[in-house]
């Protein structure tokens, strides 16, 4: 039961973060394109990644609170997702593969880093 209060704690943190990660970049920028979003799924899988690498030195408890909870609120996916189409909708069809390549491909670079890192900050 501590468990799963642990995961909604970390997950109505890491939401509240990422809305308001997302209303600071969004804010800064003329042209709507969801640079917000792809910046929290990009850090969010960084962050994952090292709480991976910390894994055994953190224990079950805090890697699923930060892991389950913390990052999966805080990333969304599927919002970028919902960007693409509606990007590509307005005909912006360049917009729409770049948040969907670059969300991918930077996100796998960000979960290897953080992986890396965190199995060094472990051992």
Do not use: Y
């Not at 973060?17 to 042209?31: C, F, G, I, K, Y």
């Not at 996916?77 to 590509?88: E, G, N, P, Q």
């Not at 909708?89 to 880093?113: D, K, N, P, S, Y």
């Amino acid at each position: 039961m501590i468990a799963v209060l642990a995961v909604a704690v970390g997950g109505a943190v890491g939401a509240a973060l990422r809305h308001l990660t997302d209303r600071a970049v969004s804010a800064r920028q003329e042209r709507p394109f969801p640079l917000g979003t792809v910046l929290v799924n990009v850090l969010g899988s960084f962050v994952l990644g090292v709480v991976s690498g910390l894994g055994m030195v953190l224990g079950p408890e805090w890697t699923v609170a930060l892991g389950t909870g913390l990052c999966g609120g805080f990333t969304t996916f599927s919002t970028a997702m919902v960007d693409a189409v509606r990007l590509a909708r307005e005909r912006r069809g360049a917009a729409a593969l770049a948040v969907v390549l670059g969300t991918l491909l930077w996100a796998l670079l960000a979960v290897a880093a953080g992986i890396t890192l965190g199995t060094r900050w472990a051992a």
